[in-house]
């Protein structure tokens, strides 16, 4: 089967989408899935294993005359469905044009009757968050998900540019804190916050929380971004524009999407105006402060756990204007730095911890285990264990359990003994990915979306926490999410990304004491 997904205009739009597209491919799985989008949210899907194509919907298609030749080039693909995200009647008319057997859609913008299966929007899908929006589209069509979460993928090239930009010399084993800002949004005035207040909150991060700011925006927004520096300048003469003691770098108007989305993952929280970046952060599972005005929190605010929105309460909000009509702002103003530095501080993550993998780490491997009669706890693993909770970590079991795809694990027993290794030897929270490795999911290791979504709920400060794992997949992940990654192997490997290499649990859990202790020493 061919399938033609019409995407959406707006960066934050596009991410939202990510889900369902993800939700396609499930229902789909040996589809040919080809996106149809605007150059400038492109990039966006530019790593989706998902997806098989992405074709441009350029300047070149301008007009009567470009509508007419991309329906032809369309035409050519032979698609056999198209799920229209856009709610616009072009996206209608082009998919009509092109031939398309089924035409699949919101019914809206006068477009109804260019489809074959309308779907009537009520007022229950538009008062759900976006992301539920385009997820009900595909229900209407007897596509179902679990996973709801937006997600964009990196790859490793990216991330390693993204901390060589932030940190062009050797990290510090125990990098202070750093904190994205976005103060721009395309929308319209009434969803910027003031240049000064974020100044003022720029300044505490560096002076009170002992932080580093990257500011964040597009080439339109480099006049807001420079007014924020002088104005940080201004108020503490020795912060400067580029990092150094100071703690301040300004990359407005210097990024692509991709090394914007890269920079962001880096980030260990982001404060934001209602924005395509603000979605590109809980997308990639940083935790967010998201600033609120015109536009409505409960549909367009960041998706997931981990986060906070501020708004003010007021008869005129929201009023879904791009500019205030009552005249006064009261929406913005009366948003303090006070504040969001008060937010900030409750979704900072400042705990450390151990992440780990399950089957010949924690347990002996016994090739997809399906019943309790065949656990073994190693003998070292309850102690060791203890030891990481005496001094200060959270524990979290992250595993891959392909057996559930494959028909071989029951995802009940899963559950039942993650439970069971939580109570018994004090984990905190266990995750695991039920897919099958061909399926390129991102909860399967060594992709990080679960010791992301651990960060939300736990409040885990990733760059001072560790992975301890028997594969190298394990090692992987520690290195994407920017934690320590420690192999257990009986030997020392030629090729591996393990700051360190133990031969079993115990001493691995030596190795990070005296570490700490060290590094406790050196403070």
Known sequence: MKILIRGVNWIGDAVLTTPSIRAIRRAYPDARISLLVKPWVSEIYKEDPDINEII?????????????????????????????????????????????????????????????????????????????????????????????????????????WARNTINPQPPNPNPRLLIGINPGATYGSAKRWMPERFAEVIRRIIDEANGRVIIFGSKSEVDIADEIVKIVRSQKSEVRSQWGEEGLLNMAGKTTLRQLASLISECDAFITNDSGPMHMASALFVPVV?????????????????????AKDLSCSPCMERECPEGHLKCMTEISADNVFAALKEVLPMRSAVFLDRDGTIIEDRNYLNSFDGLVIFPDTKEGLQKLKDSGFKLI???????????????????????????ELRIDDFYYCPHHPDQHCPCRKPEPMLPLMARLRHGITLKSSYVIGDKELDVQLAWKIGARGILLSPSQPENTCAVHVAKDLTGAVQWILEREKEYTKSE
């Open 397 to 423: 079991g992250i595993t891959n359990q392909s057996g559930i795809a494959r028909g071989i694990v029951d995802e009940k027993f899963v559950i039942e003994l993650s439970a069971c290794l939580q109570k």
């Open 56 to 160: 441009l919907y350029d300047e070149s298609y301008k007009g009567l005359a470009g509508k007419l030749k991309l329906a032809k080039k369309l035409r050519q693909g032979k698609f056999d469905i198209t799920i229209l995200f856009q709610n616009a009647f072009d996206a209608a008319l082009i998919t009509w044009l092109a031939g398309i057997p089924k035409r699949i859609g919101y019914k809206r913008d006068g477009r109804g009757f260019l489809l074959t299966t309308a779907i009537p929007v009520t007022k229950d899908i538009l008062s759900q968050h976006q992301v539920c929006y385009y997820l009900d589209l595909l229900k209407a069509i007897g596509i179902e998900t679990k996973e709801i979460h937006p997600y964009i993928y990196l790859s490793d090239g990216e991330r390693q």
């Open 290 to 310: 998201a600033i609120f005005g015109s536009t409505n929190k409960m549909t367009t605010g960041p998706f997931g756990e981990g986060h906070r929105v501020i």
